[in-house]
């Protein structure tokens, strides 16, 4: 990074912050340089948002300190933070929607018990920062009647009008439509030349490099490296953010892929915004092979995993499965999927896969509690429950081997076996499983991968969904790449290498084969 | 990872005591502020409730109530719903209990009508709970708000139909005739007596047994069945329900219907076992100190009956208060258990996160 003597805008030292057992943030490091823009690019999960919290003040660091312009500052909450000269322009904005632009610009610094004083200093100085700033907006306009890219605007203003110098996007661009993206990184460019500087926190290749002067990658809550942007590139940034692990080698034979059990046309998914999470993504599950889905977290995988195990209804497309058609007019769900036989390891254990407040013999049924060998007449058969528990928590290692404890209270490997073993003890044709290791010790993943390749060996079809390369290169036998929710790329894992799968997940392969820069 | 460290009495016990016992700690010094001897006052209280046969009577009966709104609340809280609605619920209950008996009662006897008048309840009080749960289910209205709303169209509902068509001919006092004898619940004190056990006369009638038979089946339902697992799955944990592969709009409706039909059953103590008509305001609050007592149960049947009995002894006990000692108005009694209720429900977490933080340091040293 550039050694001058000017203080930097912001510095961060050694910030640590943890929540229970989970390290959000460790010894992070950064340095902004006054009137640039700078990129905190990492997959979801990685600690961005924590960190931008801290700097905020909406958390507070277990240890370590921030610096504006070479002064030390304590940020215990959002006041302590806009006095510093800090903004923040959140992800989902913080705006009363039935309010005027000026009524919410002014929210929180009325000054005074009546409005009209306040109101009208206000207004003056608004229409002046739109013009510096270039920053058109009707200021009597009620904000939930702007487009999406207005009510950024808004809260960008909102932010300058408190005097912010130092601006914090977070994940500016995902509610905005291409051409909106592009205007707010002309603003963006505009601040900078008046001084502001900008963080902006994404976890899009294209635009950080599109953008930023500077940029900084965290993986797993640690800070990770540190570039220029003009000497970095998308193949190398994604490497970083995706991170190399230690090589798995998992022994498995080829593949001896038969019939096409699943196969999906088309699948098209909108979610509750309208905004397309799943674009027309096709493909064909074999008996006998490991799919695999490569990408980084974020691109449609989640949505994939949901669509197809009926959890979320597709909006378009069609799944043929076990003899049966389904669309988005005869839709299964994922109660009928699971009778269809297919099991579903889902990539949340937390969110989705266990109710961490159930005994873990409890939690082992979820999904399956209205099968006969669990179930009575009228009640639910406790001991079978259990009796089978204990077996399963025997055959795969689970530690403590006590059905009655709490779900919550196993680590989260031996939480991740209780899962599997639920899923793949029923036989299933087909095997979703997402982020099958996510937070298991090595032990145990070896234990798992083999479990996944013997399903396969017995004729079953496996999809599986990993933001671990490494994972995907030694498990499956083909994979799909995935990109902003579509489908970009498909080659079979004796060709793959981080290299290509890397370009692959930046959606910089062909562009780079064909001589383009991404 | 905390709930592992605290012992599990602490929460069972040790909190809800210290809430109970601030609440005496602070009507205490209410009684004292107005000039009267907390000691003295308390030993009213708990002799009135616990000290002779009768108050013990009066005192389960008024349990046997909250025993009823109680379950009613934790069914629905279980599926992670706040059925507030209880006292609406309670209402049309009793209004189903009165239909049944005002038809019958010339003609059946007792064997007839009263089944008929257990299903009379439970299926107007879930009907009451349908509207608000089919919002929830299907339309995404706040079940909360519309709990509320059914109350008051139970209350107008209720004054409607017993002034206008069920009040007895020539008299002015807004209830329905007097149902014939065959069509009253026994007493308890009643069937005792035969087998030579003299427990005093009260209102404690039958709808306490089946108050008890209501908590070991909502126990069993709960906690040994299907639709058990569902519920408690959903009420934790929506998202793995949708996982799980359960219809949540089902469950939840489901959920209400029984939880209304339990709050239904204050209908068969109050019209059936005790008043004999059908009446207004029967419910006087009791579907509202329901979720006091659920929350206070730690939404579990026996915790259930424990507070229910608890909020009994406090309102049989604060009425020997007020009779024994007439500075201390009915009015100050309604204080003493509005304090109980919010240190016990409302203020619940007040000690909870300090004494549980005690205990894991404890632990952790």
Redesign the interface.
Known sequence: MTNNTVPFAIELRDISKRFGAVQANKDICLQVPAGTIHGIIGENGAGKSTLMSIIYGFYEADTGFIEVDGKRVDIRSSQDAIDAGIGMVHQHFMLVENFSVLENVVLGTEGGALLKGGLTAARVELQRLAKEYSLDIDVDAIVEELPVGLQQRVEILKALYRGARILILDEPTGVLTPQEADHLFRILKSLKEQGVTVLLITHKLREIMASTDNISVMRQGEMVAHRETQHTNTEELAELMVGKKVRLTVNKDDAQPSDVFLSAKNLTQFDGQGVKRLKEVSLELRAGEILGIAGVSGNGQSELLNVLSGITPMSEGEIQFAGQTITAKAPKDAAQMRDLKMAHVPEDRHKMGLVTGFEAYEAAVLGYHNSASYNGKILMDHTAMLEECKVRMADWDVRPPNPHLKTANFSGGNQQKIVIAREVEQNPDVLLIGQPTRGVDIGAIENIHEQIVKLRDSGKAILLVSVELDEIMALSDRIIVMFDGAVVGELDAKDADERTLGLMMANAYNKEEQGVSA | ?S??KVPAWVNIALIPFLNILLAFIVSGLVILAIGENPIEAAGYLVYGAFGYDEGIGYTLYYATNLIFTGLAVSVAFKGGLFNIGGEGQAYIGGLGVGLVCLALDHTMPLYIIAPLAIIGAAVFGAAWAYIPAYLQARRGSHIVITTIMFNFIASSLMVYLIVNWLKEDGRMAPNSRTFEENAWLPYLHELLSPLGIDIGDSPLNLAFIIALICCVFVW?LIW???WG??L??LG??P??A??????TAKVTIWAMLISGGLAGFVGINEIMGVNHNLLLNFTAGYGFAGIAVSLMGRNHPIGIVLAAILFGALYQGGAELAFEIPTITPEIVVVIQGLVILFSGALEHMFKDRIEGFFIRRAVA
Do not use: C, L, W
Request: hydrophobic share 25%.
């Open positions: 990872m709930e592992a069993g040994h069945t299907r697992y569902q408690r799955t934790t944990n998202t793995a949708r996982y799980a592969g359960i219809d």
